[in-house]
C-alpha cells in the first residue's frame, strides 16, 4: 500500500493538466486534479476556442460585401454582439463539460478550489490536505495589467469576452498576438480601433516580413495602429467616455469608449506555496524545468504557461503527456520545443513554423529566401484589396527549408502540413518535386521559384 493518497496530484485543470491526469490514470497511476475556476484552462474558457469563434464572426461582414462579386443580392445583415457572446458562452459550457466528463470517466477525483503547497509531497485545498507522490503544475497564466494611472478603466482579453455590448470605439495596448487578434475581431465586428504599441512594429518575435504584411494588411481593414506609442494615464469622464493620454504619439490624448491591454501575460505561480517549498522561478514567476518538465524540486513538475517557455496549447498538451508517460509509462519522454508551428488568428490570419529569417542567419550564415505576394484568386471577383504573403527560408549549405510563414486567408491550416516537411528536415528539392493542387495558396509552398541570396554581414 502507497504511503500516499495518490500518484499524481495536477494543480489547474486546463490543456496540459487534463492530458496529464488522463495519461497518468490510463497507466494505472492514481490521479487527482484540483481547480479554482472552471475546468478547460485558458484555451477552452478565455483563451484560444472562443478567441476563434469571435474572429470567424468577425469576418462575416467583409464575406456579405464579397458575394456581391459572385452574383449574391441581399439586405444588409444586422450583427448582434449579446447573441455571439451567449453563443460563445453556451459552446463553452458544453466543452467545459466534455472536459470534466472525461476526467470522470477516467476515475479522475476533481478537487474545486485553489491548491497551495505545503512540502514537496503534501497539498491543501481548502479544508482538505492530500499527500502525492508526484506534484504536477499546470496552472497557466494571466494578463499582465502595466501599473499606469487609470488602468482599473481597462480590460483584459479575459473581460473582452464577457462586454454587454460591442464598444464603438476601442484602444488596444500592445503589439503581440493577444492584440493584433483583437483588433481583428472588433474592427471586423464594426468598432472604430486604434492599436498603440511602443515598438516599431508590431509581432515582435516574428519574421519581418510577416510583421510589415500584417501590418499593411490591418491597416487596409480599418485598424489605426500607432508605433513607438504609449498610454500614460487612462481617465473616465463624466459622460463615461475613457480619455486617454498616449505618449510618444502625435495624437496626445485619444477619446474611446473602451481601452483594452494585452501587454503580455503572467504565470500561475504567485500564493500557492513554490518559492516556499524550494521550487525555482525565473524572473517573471515562471517555473524553471528541465527537458523533462522538472522542476528544482525533484517530485514537482510543471507544464504549459506556467513554465514561461512556450505558450501554445499543443504544446501544454505534449509536455503533459510526456510528463506523465515519463513518470508513469516506463519510458522517459523528454519534450522537443523545435520547430513548434503556430497561427496568429489575426484578420488576415498567420501561420509559420521554424526560423525567421533574422534567426536563420544568424544560426546559419547564408539563406536562400523566397518569397511571393499576390492577390488570392478569390478577390478577382470579389474586388477586395487584401494581399497574402508567403515565404521560405532555406540554409545554403544544406538546401534544408528551416522556415517557413504565410500571411492570408487559411494561413494556420496550410502551415499545419508544411510544418511536418520543416520539422523532417525536408529540403528545397523535395518541396519543389511536389506536384501543387491547382488553384489554392498552398501550391505557392512547392513552386517558389525566385530567390534571394542573403548573407550573415548583411542586415536583415
Known amino acids: 500500500m502507497s504511503k500516499f493518497d495518490c500518484d499524481l496530484f495536477v494543480i489547474g485543470a486546463g490543456s496540459g493538466g487534463v492530458r496529464a491526469a488522463r495519461i497518468a490514470a490510463g497507466f494505472g497511476a492514481r490521479a487527482m486534479i484540483a481547480e479554482n475556476y472552471r475546468v478547460g484552462g485558458t484555451c477552452v474558457i478565455r483563451g484560444c476556442v472562443p478567441k476563434k469563434l469571435l474572429a470567424y464572426a468577425a469576418h462575416y461582414a467583409e464575406d456579405f460585401q464579397d458575394a456581391r ?17 451567449r453563443n460563445k458562452d453556451r459552446e463553452i459550457g458544453r466543452l ?14 476533481i478537487l474545486e478550489g485553489t491548491a497551495r503547497l505545503i512540502d514537496p509531497h503534501t497539498i491543501e485545498v481548502g479544508e482538505r490536505r492530500v499527500s502525492a ?40 495596448v500592445g503589439g503581440g498576438y493577444v492584440a493584433v487578434e483583437f483588433a481583428g475581431i472588433f474592427a471586423g465586428l464594426g468598432a472604430m480601433v486604434t492599436l498603440s504599441y511602443r515598438g516599431e512594429q508590431i509581432l515582435r518575435g516574428f519574421d519581418d516580413d510577416v510583421r510589415s504584411h500584417l501590418h499593411e494588411e490591418m491597416g487596409r481593414k480599418g485598424v489605426r495602429i500607432l508605433l513607438r506609442s504609449g498610454v500614460s494615464r487612462i481617465d473616465r469622464r463624466a459622460d463615461g467616455v475613457l480619455e ?23 504565470p500561475n505561480t504567485a500564493g500557492i506555496g513554490l518559492s516556499e517549498i524550494g521550487v525555482e522561478l525565473d524572473g517573471e514567476g515562471g517555473v524553471v524545468v528541465d527537458r523533462y518538465c522538472r522542476s528544482s524540486v525533484v517530485s514537482v513538475y510543471a507544464v504549459g504557461d506556467v513554465t514561461n517557455r512556450i505558450a501554445l496549447t499543443p504544446v501544454a498538451i505534449r509536455e503533459g ?6 513518470l508513469f509509462g516506463g519510458t ?10 503556430s497561427a496568429v488568428f489575426s484578420q488576415p490570419p498567420v501561420g509559420t513554423v521554424g526560423l525567421t529569417q533574422s534567426e536563420a542567419l544568424e544560426a546559419f550564415g547564408e539563406l536562400e529566401v523566397y518569397r511571393t505576394t499576390f492577390r488570392p484568386l478569390r478577390h478577382t471577383l470579389s474586388g477586395r484589396e487584401e494581399y497574402t504573403m508567403m515565404k521560405l527560408i532555406v540554409d545554403a549549405a544544406s538546401q534544408r527549408v528551416v522556415g517557413a510563414h504565410m500571411v492570408g486567408s487559411d494561413a494556420p491550416e496550410i502551415i499545419q502540413g508544411v510544418a511536418i516537411a520543416v520539422k523532417a528536415g525536408l529540403t528545397k528539392a523535395q518541396f519543389d518535386s511536389t506536384v501543387g493542387i ?10 517558389l521559384r525566385d530567390k534571394e541570396l542573403v548573407h550573415r554581414t548583411e542586415t536583415v
Not at 449574391?72 to 457572446?85: D, G, Q, T, V
Not at 522517459?332 to 508551428?341: K, Q, T
Open 69 to 85: 462579386g459572385y452574383g449574391w443580392s441581399h439586405a444588409n445583415p444586422a450583427f448582434s454582439w449579446p447573441e455571439l457572446i
Open 332 to 341: 522517459s519522454v523528454p519534450v522537443d520545443h523545435a520547430d513548434v508551428p
Open 96 to 109: 467545459s463539460s466534455i472536459y470534466s466528463g472525461l476526467l470522470a470517466r477516467s476515475g479522475i477525483a
Open 438 to 447: 491547382h488553384p489554392t495558396a498552398a501550391e505557392e509552398f512547392v513552386t
Open 321 to 326: 503527456a510526456a510528463v506523465a508517460t515519463t
Open 244 to 266: 486617454v493620454a498616449l505618449a510618444g504619439s502625435p495624437e496626445g490624448n485619444l477619446a474611446c469608449d473602451a481601452v483594452m491591454v494585452a501587454t503580455g501575460r503572467i
Open 133 to 172: 507522490r508526484y506534484v504536477l503544475v499546470a496552472t497557466g497564466a494571466h494578463p499582465f495589467r502595466p501599473p499606469l494611472p487609470g488602468i482599473e478603466h481597462a480590460i483584459t482579453s479575459n473581460e473582452a469576452f464577457e462586454l454587454r455590448q460591442l464598444p464603438g470605439r476601442i484602444l488596444i
